[in-house]
């Protein structure tokens, strides 16, 4: 697996408030050490409709539960890859499972 050039986690929301522009809700992640990771806007219409603030917060929580996410897809990828080469499991539903959890963790490093 590729290195990790991210900063590790755990990452944590920090807050939500509204900007001083209408309907434009600001979030920050930060990192363990306080550091802001990074500052997103997100505006209160999406696709036309406005965008529900339990939506806007879930989006928000998702994306600063990433860093724990990748580690348990990585441990779940060494037991998947442990269970098909030692003959617990074979068969295409192992392979698409191992497949799938690779692709993930590529995509979240950037490959």
């Not at 990748?70 to 442990?82: G, I, Q, R, T, W």
Request: glycine share 8%.
């Amino acid at each position: 697996m590729p290195e990790t050039k991210f900063t590790p986690g755990p990452w944590y929301l920090w807050g939500m408030r509204q900007s001083p522009k209408p309907r434009v809700f600001m979030y920050q992640v930060r990192g363990a050490n306080h550091d802001v990771l990074f500052t997103t806007a997100q505006y209160g219409v999406h696709s036309g409709a406005p965008l529900d603030p339990e939506v806007r917060t879930a989006n928000a929580n998702l994306i600063s539960a990433a860093p724990e996410m990748l580690a348990a897809l990585e441990l779940c990828l060494k037991n998947s890859e442990f269970r098909r080469a030692s003959g617990v499991e074979s068969g295409p539903m192992i392979e698409r499972e191992i497949e799938a959890a690779r692709a993930a963790i590529n995509k979240a490093k950037g490959v």
